[in-house]
């Protein structure tokens, strides 16, 4: 046996728990077991979860404030404002940039990340072909994920459509855009739907965010979805717009997102920072309620969105910040919400990107994260710094607190 963990808490699960891995792959949990182990991990009562997972993210435009100025901190600005920084992107600055995001998630207890990648043609196919050699590069400690995305719009960028079609070619996982900063959104949809025939690949859209007056667009990717019999190869961020809609609006439109199979994301970090910027009062926090989704039958997730751009110039990568953040802007305040939380940035996350059976169960795939906390509930209030990170059975990553005191 590789290893084995022991004295373990798990999620859902009360008493303490003995875990082995061999090969990469949980063999065996039970309450004690005796079999020896190359290593053993005592976990002295702390938490053992599934590696985190966050599902949407943004590499290639991380940590971009020291190049960038801002007065107004709405999406318009901040839109025109990276579109000018992209400029001067080059694969060796996205890599550096991209780099210090992953090792920082990787130390978080990050092992599986989607990043969407700017494609258009300003900056063409730079973002892809900075990002795709990273995807082999931390594979040791990450199943990176790109899904190449059109910010500027499709139809009002003539050549954008062959450029994704391009960055398909060059080995990209995933197709997405965002519809609504395009003059004919219903077509924009339509011809990532047609990518995604193409490259047999799934569908990945940032949907119904401004707060603006324009219908929802979620009606007609569940169509779009169930024509192209694209059942559960969809997953949608943002859906702020969700927010403002009456119990049994949200639980019909809830009904027909779950039948599609669609996995819908909040971005807190983002969807906080740039919503309802025109209230003057009782000001909306415009957040997806995922949690009422997932009582609907919805797979919901959460993810860390942007790090320190003009989208969101806040954050680190950490997802057991942002359960934090979501738990309390939500009012989420039972054991059985904050374990949601937690499903919502590993097991929940997982499924919205296609990863299957990523749980602590024997058979699944060995990707875990022991904490210095012993609930679930201590782990998202206060995101404890000490953690110990397992990619495929094998230790990754610890982190460690140091405290001095000089009392007098």
Known sequence: MDLKITKARLPGRSHQWDL??????????????????????????????PGLVDAHIHLDKAFLLDRMQWQTGTFTEALQETANAKRSFTVADIQARARRVIEQAIAFGTTAMRSHVEVDPMIQLTGIKALLPLRQDYAWGLTLQLAVFAQEGITNQPGTEALLRQAMALGADVIGSAPYVDPDPEQNICIVFDIAQTFDCDVDFHLDFLDDDAPLLLPVVIAETQK??????????????????????????????AAA???????????????????????RRGIAP??????????????????????TPFGDG??????TLLAQVLHLNTTASHELCLAMVTTQAA???????????????????????????????????????????RIVAQSHCQQTFFAS
């Open 318 to 323: 950490d997802l057991l910040k942002m359960c």
């Open 351 to 393: 499924q919205a990107i296609g990863l299957a059976n990523h749980n602590l169960a024997p058979g699944n795939a060995a990707d875990l994260v022991m904490l210095n906390a012993t609930s679930v509930t201590e782990a998202i209030g206060a995101a404890p710094t000490q953690r110990t990170v397992i990619k495929k059975g």
């Open 261 to 283: 199979g669609i996995s819908i994301l909040a971005l807190p970090a983002t969807d906080l920072y740039m919503m309802a910027r025109h209230d003057t009062h009782n000001v």
């Open 290 to 311: 995922v949690h009422l989704l997932t009582a609907l039958g919805v797979n919901t997730g959460l993810a860390t969105n942007n790090v320190q751009n003009l989208f």
């Open 228 to 257: 192209r019999g694209w059942h559960g190869r969809v997953c949608l961020g943002h859906m702020t717009r969700l927010a403002g809609l009456t119990p049994g609006e949200l639980e019909t439109i809830a009904a027909d997102t």
């Open 20 to 49: 082995t891995i061999d090969n990469g792959t949980i063999i065996t949990i039970a309450p004690s077991i005796a079999t020896p182990a190359e290593t053993t991990l005592d976990a002295q009562g702390g938490l053992v979860i």
